[in-house]
């Protein structure tokens, strides 16, 4: 069974920064690409990036270097690493992998940006 666990989400002021993890069991992550999603209430979820079995990144934000996308292989694990976070970040965050023509999704971790 396909099971991912986000964590590393709490609250941090502006400018700071937070390293979100997504752990997985069931599943090789390293064979698959995956994506982080973000959602505040009442707003779809929206792509904030992905790593490919390349360890190619898409980062989303409009900053560059903002967001960033690492694996740990031997965890079984990826990271979504944000610096300079703004308030406007504040949302909970989910990590995604597509597996078998089903998509698995996390239950989520919060981030509170906010002085």
């Known amino acids: 069974q396909v099971q991912l666990v986000e964590s590393g989400g709490g609250l941090v002021q502006p400018g700071g920064s937070l390293r979100l993890s997504c752990t997985a069991s069931g599943i090789t992550l390293s064979r698959h690409v995956l994506e982080w999603y973000r959602q505040t209430p009442g707003k779809r979820r929206e792509l904030v990036g992905s790593?490919?079995?390349?360890?190619?990144?898409n980062d989303v934000d409009s900053e560059t270097g903002r967001f960033t996308i690492s694996r740990d292989n031997a965890k079984n694990t990826v990271y979504l690493q944000k610096n300079n976070l703004k308030p406007e970040d504040t949302a909970d965050y989910y990590c995604?992998?597509?597996?078998?023509?089903?998509?698995?999704w996390g239950r989520g971790t919060q981030v509170t940006v906010s002085s």
């Open positions: 995604q992998v597509a597996f078998s023509g089903l998509k698995y």
């Open positions: 790593i490919t079995i390349d360890n190619m990144t």
